[in-house]
């Protein structure tokens, strides 16, 4: 993923609001992508995935969209929680069992 | 259903030490990743293990940096002899067939000085 040293992109959201959290991949030929939290000191965890024969998947309280003309997912978080505050990342199918993250986005939220 | 277990959680070390980490991934899971994050920014894959094999370690800095997983379970990270830009957060993970979904551990957080 392309590095952005200790500056990750941040969100900031008041409790209650709905989030929206955006990744760009890089692979057009990546079939499958999944969303990450990684909460401090742990290890990043299994939110959402979707393939690409898809545009929307639904979770508990998670959605993500997926466009593949401009190669760019979303995760949306409604009514966003103190516990959903983390860093988020997207991560894209290279080839069979190969994933490769982005970056990711640090989600903090107000209460 | 233990999750993926690594140790050790923390270490420190002075530059040119060596240093190794162990995983133990989920029962079953054929496929053992080893990634290494470095602080703001996504895990960067090392070395992928199919059972005992491993199937790609284009990443891996050879000339320091070697792993294992004899028979197939269990795997070990060794770094010798680590620098000073080797601090990072080493991430165990893996992947039962057919789950579709990879699991991490909590991760070992090396600080070389």
């Known amino acids: 993923g392309e590095s952005v040293g200790l500056h990750l992109p941040t969100l900031s959201v008041q409790e209650g609001d709905n989030s929206i959290i955006n990744c760009a991949y890089s692979n057009s030929a990546s079939d499958y992508f999944i969303w990450y939290k990684q909460e401090s000191g742990k290890g990043p965890q299994f939110i959402i995935d979707?393939?690409?024969?898809?545009d929307k998947r639904q979770g508990q309280r998670v959605t993500v969209l997926l466009n593949k003309t401009v190669k760019h997912l979303s995760l949306q978080i409604a009514a966003t929680q103190p516990g959903d505050s983390a860093v988020y990342f997207c991560?894209?199918?290279?080839?069979?069992?190969?994933?490769?993250f982005g970056a990711g986005t640090r989600l903090t939220v107000k209460p | 259903e233990a999750g993926v277990v690594q140790s050790p959680r923390y270490k420190i070390i002075e530059k040119k030490q060596p240093v190794a980490f162990w995983c133990n991934p989920i029962?079953?899971?054929?496929?053992l990743y080893w990634y290494r994050q470095n602080l703001g920014q996504g895990p960067e894959l090392l070395i992928r293990?199919?059972?005992?094999?491993?199937?790609?370690d284009s990443q891996l800095p050879k000339d320091r940096f070697s792993a294992e997983r004899l028979k197939g379970v269990d795997s070990t990270l060794k770094i010798q002899p680590a620098e000073l830009g080797d601090s990072a957060v080493y991430l165990c993970?893996?992947?039962?067939?057919?789950?579709?979904?990879?699991?991490f551990g909590e991760g070992s957080r090396l600080t070389v000085l």
């Open positions: 029962s079953g899971h054929n496929t």
């Open positions: 979707i393939r690409s024969n898809m």
């Open positions: 293990y199919e059972n005992e094999e491993a199937v790609d």
């Open positions: 991560a894209e199918k290279i080839s069979v069992d190969d994933m490769r």
């Open positions: 993970a893996s992947w039962g067939l057919g789950t579709g979904e990879l699991f």
